[in-house]
T-cell receptor, first 113, second 113 residues
Framework: AQSVAQPEDQVNVAEGNPLTVKCTYS??????LFWYVQYPNRGLQFLLK??????LVKGSYGFEAEFNKSQTSFHLKKPSALVSDSALYFC???????????FGPGTRLSVLP | NAGVTQTPKFQVLKTGQSMTLQCAQD?????MYWYRQDPGMGLRLIYY???????DKGEVPNGYNVSRLNKREFSLRLESAAPSQTSVYFC????????????FGQGTRLTVV
């Protein structure tokens, strides 16, 4: 069965510094990976996805993610963090049948001014 | 476009009461989902519908029923609410397939007292 781990409950970073939010996954078959962001009292918003091809995926709001098959990781990155990036971030994987998304527990990102 | 619309946004129920959460999407998506979000547990799938006329149980279906009324609408019913069902509920929709992302509603915050 598919599973997703986000090893950090909380990540703190200073504004202007690079940020990384970690995600590791376990799948049987090809991984289809997604990152979502949730701002307070809002639904989840799609940021980016990995399907196949380039290991560096670019997404919305300047975010990118690096896929590493050997480490089964899909870490979310941004070169220069903004205070407005403070939110809850979820990594997710599609199940093998494409019927469902399996989500990680979420990582709360705080960008300090 | 409205995207995915959920009603109501907030609800307080007494133990044993019933209610239906409504969800509608205007993106012509085949697949629709109901998730619940609890602190530290990410999103857990309650039910999903791969297409009009079909529904399947997810990870945590007990205490819930669903109806896929038509392609646009997917409702979630709590027949006899319990305090353990206090949560934030999200409806989502997506195109069919492994590589498609989901679009989420803004959520329903449900408290059962």
């Amino acid at each position: 069965a598919q599973s997703v781990a986000q090893p950090e409950d909380q990540v703190n970073v200073a504004e202007g510094n690079p940020l990384t939010v970690k995600c590791t996954y376990s799948v049987s078959g090809n991984p289809y990976l997604f990152w979502y962001v949730q701002y307070p009292n809002r639904g989840l918003q799609f940021l980016l996805k990995y399907i196949t091809g380039d290991n560096l995926v670019k997404g919305s709001y300047g975010f990118e993610a690096e896929f590493n098959k050997s480490q089964t990781s899909f870490h979310l990155k941004k070169p220069s963090a903004l205070v407005s990036d403070s939110a809850l971030y979820f990594c997710a994987v599609r199940d093998n049948y494409g019927q469902n998304f399996v989500f990680g527990p979420g990582t709360r990102l705080s960008v300090l001014p | 476009n409205a995207g995915v619309t959920q009603t109501p946004k907030f609800q307080v129920l007494k133990t044993g009461q019933s209610m239906t959460l409504q969800c509608a999407q205007d993106m012509n998506h085949n697949s629709m989902y109901w998730y619940r979000q609890d602190p530290g547990m990410g999103l857990r799938l309650i039910y999903y519908s791969a297409s009009e006329g079909t529904t399947d149980k997810g990870e945590v279906p007990n205490g819930y029923n669903v109806s896929r009324l038509n392609k646009r609408e997917f409702s979630l019913r709590l027949e006899s609410a319990a305090p353990s069902q206090t949560s934030v509920y999200f409806c989502a929709s997506s195109l069919t397939g492994l590589v498609t992302e989901a679009f989420f509603g803004q959520g329903t915050r449900l408290t059962v007292v």
